[in-house]
């Protein structure tokens, strides 16, 4: 069925269109803002898993790391000193890097979709140019 021209419609007619309109846009807004989260969520999930697999190859370095420093350091004093003493340190660090981690983790602003909240922003800014 062919629209009527504006001038031949009824107001009742014109704001339900505008609401039909509305929904719609919104509508739109809300299936993009979904599919943004959606694919940055794989990409997180990937990288999440790689980031993974690289922290415990590291925690295991790490450790032999930490292994080889008790026993350097057992040539010079005790070996329950020097296995004191190496964790003593492990911990200040483990516990200043937990601080450290808590502080950004806070200031973090929480994850928003930026394209669709754009989105959004422009169709207002167009929608109130046209009042």
Same mark, same amino acid.
């Given at each position: %069925?062919?629209?009527?021209?504006?001038? +031949?419609?009824? !107001? *009742?007619?014109?704001?339900?269109? %505008?609401?039909?309109?509305?929904?719609?846009?919104?509508?739109?807004? %809300?299936?993009?803002?979904? +599919?943004?989260?959606?694919?940055?969520?794989?990409?997180?999930?990937?990288?999440?898993?790689?980031?993974? !697999?690289?922290?415990? %190859?590291?925690?295991?370095?790490?450790?032999?790391?930490?292994?080889?420093?008790?026993?350097?350091?057992?040539?010079?004093?005790?070996?329950?000193?020097?296995?004191?003493?190496?964790?003593?340190?492990?911990?200040?660090?483990?516990?200043?890097?937990?601080?450290?981690?808590?502080?950004?983790?806070? *200031?973090? *602003?929480?994850?928003?979709?930026?394209?669709?909240?754009?989105?959004?922003?422009? +169709?207002?800014?167009?929608?109130?140019?046209?009042?």
């Amino acid at each position: %069925m062919a629209e009527r021209a504006v001038q +031949d419609r009824s !107001f *009742a007619e014109l704001v339900q269109d %505008m609401s039909d309109q509305i929904r719609r846009l919104v509508r739109d807004e %809300m299936r993009l803002a979904t +599919d943004e989260l959606r694919r940055k969520g794989k990409r997180a999930g990937r990288g999440a898993g790689l980031a993974g !697999f690289a922290a415990i %190859m590291a925690l295991y370095g790490g450790l032999t790391l930490v292994a080889a420093a008790v026993i350097a350091l057992a040539l010079a004093v005790p070996a329950w000193l020097s296995a004191l003493l190496i964790g003593v340190g492990l911990l200040l660090v483990g516990g200043l890097a937990a601080l450290l981690g808590r502080r950004s983790l806070r *200031a973090a *602003a929480p994850p928003l979709p930026q394209e669709a909240v754009a989105g959004m922003a422009k +169709d207002v800014r167009a929608v109130r140019h046209h009042e």
